[in-house]
């Protein structure tokens, strides 16, 4: 198993959001404390050829995600309101 952290700061408009990556084995959690007025876009991006089995908000089930190839791999992302922290956890196969 591959475990992967990754923590940054991001200037967005007049204020900071904090962005945590991870991965284990078939799951990649993406953490954003986000305490700016923006519309967030939060994700993570899989292998080119990975099938995605679960995504999450906050730990609650989504089916309403958006999914992408790109040339990083298979991006997921979803929308999240803005002004608070967010987890999103992708599961793919």
Do not use: C, F
């Amino acid at each position: 198993m591959r475990r992967h952290h990754r923590l940054r700061q991001v200037r967005l408009g007049g204020g900071k959001v904090s962005v945590k990556a991870s991965h284990t084995g078939s799951t990649w959690k993406t953490t954003v404390d986000a305490r700016v007025p923006a519309k967030l876009r939060i994700g993570a991006t899989l292998p080119r050829d990975a099938k995605v089995t679960d995504v999450r908000l906050d730990g609650d089930a989504l089916h309403k995600y958006a999914a992408r190839v790109t040339n990083r791999g298979l991006e997921v992302t979803v929308v999240a309101a803005p002004g608070a922290a967010h987890t999103v956890t992708v599961r793919g196969g």
